[in-house]
Structures are given as structure tokens and as C-alpha cells.
């Protein structure tokens, strides 16, 4: 079993920049590929970006291309999400989740943290 917890959310001004990272415990995080997701208030949980074990693929979702980047160390046992040009809408709480394959669907990642909020004003 493995222990997600997510740190480096906070409240940023819009245009301004936060990474978070998501560390793992009680097992190697190489085991797993990564996906980040987010929910805003009032809204169902969103698809953010995934990696695979090795690190070698990514993925975002369009919403967040150009901006956001997902990478990890497994050495570190730790998964990164560098967010840049950030928005209000980008504001919500961010969970990292691991799984047995690389996907964007939050069903099929068996592992969750407790998610880190994440505020952008305007």
C-alpha cells in the first residue's frame, strides 16, 4: 500500500507560478504511473495531467497545455506539477493519484492523497 500526500498548493496572484509535489510512502513510487486532478467547488473532479512509470510519457489535458508540466524522480520517491501562467479558473484542490497505467480516467487509479488547495486571484 502506498501513503500520497500532496504539498506546495497556496494562493497566487494570476500570471504567477506554484509546483506542487506529491510524495509516496510505504511503497516505491516507481511502481505506479501518476496522474494529477483537480476539483473547484460546485464541480466534478478534473483530469490535470499523467505520467508513466519511467517518467517517459506525458500527458495533459488541454486545458492546461503550455502552461502546466508533470514529471517526477522516482529516486526522490516524488511527482511534480510545475504550474505557470496560472488563472483563477486553475483554482481548486489538487490530488495526485497512482495507478496500474498511464491514463486520464480517475477511475482507474486505485491510490489518492488528500488533495492541496490551490487559490489564483484576479
Known amino acids: 500500500q502506498v501513503q500520497l500526500i500532496e504539498s506546495g498548493g497556496g494562493l497566487v496572484q494570476a500570471g504567477g507560478s506554484l509546483r506542487l509535489s506529491c510524495a509516496a510512502s510505504?511503497?516505491?513510487?516507481?511502481?505506479?504511473?501518476m496522474g494529477w486532478f483537480r476539483q473547484a467547488p460546485g464541480k466534478e473532479r478534473e483530469f490535470v495531467a499523467a505520467i508513466s512509470r519511467s517518467g517517459g510519457i506525458t500527458y495533459v489535458a488541454d486545458s492546461v497545455k503550455g502552461r502546466f508540466t508533470i514529471s517526477r524522480d522516482n529516486a526522490k520517491n516524488t511527482v511534480y506539477l510545475q504550474m505557470n501562467s496560472l488563472k483563477p479558473e486553475d483554482t481548486a484542490v489538487y490530488y495526485c493519484?497512482?495507478?496500474?497505467?498511464?491514463?486520464?480516467?480517475?477511475?482507474?487509479?486505485?491510490?489518492w492523497g488528500q488533495g492541496t488547495q490551490v487559490t489564483v486571484s484576479s
Open positions: 493519484a497512482g495507478g496500474p497505467r498511464y491514463t486520464n480516467r480517475a477511475n482507474e487509479y486505485d491510490h
Open positions: 510505504g511503497r516505491t513510487l516507481s511502481s505506479y504511473a
